[in-house]
């Protein structure tokens, strides 16, 4: 990080890595709650509950509609 902020300061662009996850089938691509069942999304809006965040803006930050927020809530506590 160090590194690349002293190129920056200097007046280079620097781009950081591509993500490892390339959406193929089989990836090695791991999410908390996968051992249990939890597919990802649910799990993304589970961590951000647990940060306190509200319905709406669980829905803004992750691009959904409040509904479907509540929708991913009631499945979880199913």
Do not use: C
């Not at 280079?12 to 051992?35: L, N, T």
């Amino acid at each position: 990080m160090a590194t690349a902020i002293e190129r920056v300061h200097g007046g280079e662009i620097v781009h950081s890595a591509p993500p490892a996850y390339d959406g193929k089938p089989g990836d090695d691509r791991r999410w908390p709650g996968q051992d249990s069942g939890l597919s990802e999304r649910p799990s993304e809006i589970l961590a951000l509950i647990s940060h306190d965040l509200s319905n709406k803006e669980i829905a803004q930050s992750l691009f959904l509609g409040q509904n479907t927020v509540k929708t991913y809530i009631r499945s979880l506590y199913q």
